[in-house]
């Protein structure tokens, strides 16, 4: 069992920046990848970044790329989303999530993933 715990999300001002941060804890750990998604009410969940553990490869959802950057913590099992730039359509909740195991190479969709975390609201004002 993987736990995720996401902490860093609040409310910042379009153009502002934040930090998020998604700790992970368990026993013998196993990880291919760590990445984040987010999801509004109503909409599906969307990709946004995604990091593989061991090689430090990292991918990003195209309404993203430029403006966010992940990143991750070997020693603290944590991985990071620097989020700059920001826009009003940024606002929602984000998830970080662990693929135990290799599905897709990039782990770029849902179904790679096999632990999430709850969630953190990111609230972006104009």
């Known amino acids: 069992q993987v736990q995720l715990v996401e902490s860093g999300g609040g409310l910042v001002q379009a153009g502002g920046s934040l930090r998020l941060s998604c700790a992970a804890s368990?026993?013998?750990?196993?990880?291919?990848?760590m990445g984040w998604f987010r999801q509004a009410p109503g909409k599906e969940r969307e990709f946004v970044a995604s990091?593989?553990?061991?090689?430090?490869?990292?991918y990003y959802g195209d309404s993203v790329k430029g403006r966010f950057t992940i990143s991750r913590d070997n020693a603290k099992n944590t991985v990071y989303l620097q989020m700059n730039s920001l826009k009003p359509e940024d606002t929602t909740v984000y998830s970080c999530?662990?693929?135990?195991?290799?599905?897709?190479?990039?782990?770029?969709?849902?179904?790679?993933?096999?632990?999430w975390g709850q969630g953190t609201q990111v609230i972006v004002s104009s």
């Open positions: 999530a662990c693929a135990q195991y290799q599905r897709g190479i990039a782990a770029m969709t849902e179904g790679d993933y096999n632990y």
């Open positions: 368990g026993r013998d750990i196993r990880r291919y990848a």
């Open positions: 990091i593989i553990w061991s090689a430090g490869w990292t």
